[in-house]
DNA sequence: CGGTCAAATTGACTTTTGTCAATGGTCGTG
DNA sequence: CACGACCATTGACAAAAGTCAATTTGACCG
């Protein structure tokens, strides 16, 4: 993206303050212009990534339970947010997500985005950055729920974050019959994006419950009654709007059949696959995600870190016996 | 680097502060101690790298006259300081190339640096950051000179800002017999950090002058009158210590025979070599470089793009008729 | 032209941040 | 165990940054 010429005096005061470190008077005096344009001129630099500002998110892999649930599983990293000793616990772990993701994302990458609630947490807390060469893309089909974290805007709102292009996807995520899904995948405009799926360098998912209160029940793709029925045949978690069990493969059922999405091989495909769970009641799903490969680094908080834990420690234990 | 105890309470003030976006007083509240601290907490953050602020420097390529000289001269990228239409004009030439440069190092990255005052004087203004993995090496050997921009000054104050490696080299830049210095070469220590140079993923740089000016001769490792007596022989320009012609190739000299430092071919095989050019006087040792492929990336003053993009016009029409 | 409107800019005020001398605590030493 | 040197911490003040209503600018239109 070329610099618009009234971008030119905003990247010119974000220069001289962050770069040169001169005081926004100094700034002012520079540029012929008032203070308060400064403040304001450096505020829409911040917004627009103009200058980016970061901070380290060692201090939560740097601990040894990260360690050894990355040893447990096999996983590259894991990050893990300390229980609320702060204002907002529930904020903590989007906003170490967003943290992570900046810092996984390279020049040039093209990432894949799921949605739900986690990850529309995390785009609204993902600072600003002018990556002009990154793509981002939309991983499963959409629905037209009226809840502010479905795909398309999960996908678009981090484009919007990142500066990066953003590739929707045109399709519902489910459809009446297996065979119009069928048929929609074989579309040239749908079969591209679902090929080009395989080249992304990260991907960003949350995992779903698989109860009631699922976002694909929430959203109407499944009954509560329907959902049932696929839990008692197998169904453990929920990954890009697709049924896996918890062997973390895709659930043989008339549902998935019916989906449009990135396949799970496509997935296991992405080099940096960035799993993120928030809510308690996600353990089981996430332990189904791991088992299949889905999930090389992770952020989760304390709590579920334990658990995992304690579950991998049980599970050497029976092995050992 | 593990992250010490007494760091633990400075990034968690700094998580609190950049990442969450609260403010001092509410940081201060949280953690039990004082705003003060705080502060100052903030600025060890800032300082160290656990925090990172940079700005963009696209407007700086983002000029024709750039991409002039890019395909001129057959350049990856080249960023231009405008001419001091503020406070310190001198200072704009190194704090652009501090900045291109982190943003140049990536991930595990092998930095080669050169020296010279202007490598210094970007040391000195380059923002702190925290790659762990990297490494720095001295790309020359050294000499004893009171002057603070000695090659392992360089080297040692970037790895200190970059919180990264660094490796220096410890030999003298120039022996006094031929002999001598072939010796020293093939000692292992010295033969194995040459040959390491062709490993690095970026190289830093300046070009200097071949006059009575020339740093070599002011650290006394020629006298001027030697130095006049080469530049009859063709030196153009000085490169990590050494001397090379108009075509960029290295001077066929004495000197040169009893120089401990990076041969050229191995600075060519780095993929990165940044070239920052301040002062007036170096056109003629930049042009040398640039036609010895010492060059892919440049930052350079307005006034001395001026002069590169004439001579390259002149040499096209020179070739024309 | 003169009028209208939205957007950019500013002056004046408030809030937040930076600084530093003074304080208190810690550790090594005699 | 008393002493002093040293460093982290703090309270209070000064400096800088953020905010917002009021004003100016400039673009558009009848």
Known sequence: MAIRPADQIVHKAAWLYYAHGLRQDQVAQQLNISRASVAMYLRKARETGIVNISTSTQLFTDDVTAREIEDAFGLDAVWIAPHGDHV?????VPVLAASVFLQLVGKGDKIGVAWGQTVYAIAD???????????????????????????DQCTM?????????????????????EGLAKDLRSEPVIREQLAGISECDLALYSIGTVDAGSHVVKCGALTSDEMDALRREGAAGVVAGQIIDNKG????CSYNRRCISADLASLRAIP??????QEENKFEPLLA??????????????????????????ANRRKAS
């Open 88 to 92: 907002d616990p529930a904020a903590e």
């Open 125 to 151: 807390v993902m600072a600003y950055a002018d990556l002009q060469d990154v793509t981002v893309v939309q991983l499963c089909g959409n629905l037209g729920a009226p809840f502010a974290y479905r795909p």
């Open 157 to 177: 709102e981090i484009a919007r974050r990142l500066n990066a292009k953003g590739l929707n996807f045109y399709a519902p995520l489910v459809l009446s019959t």
């Open 249 to 252: 493969a895709l659930l043989d």
């Open 272 to 277: 940096k696959r960035l799993v993120v769970v």
């Open 289 to 314: 995600g791991l088992a299949g490969g889905l999930c090389t680094h992770l952020v989760i908080n304390a709590a579920m870190a334990r658990r995992l834990l304690d579950h991998a420690k049980a």
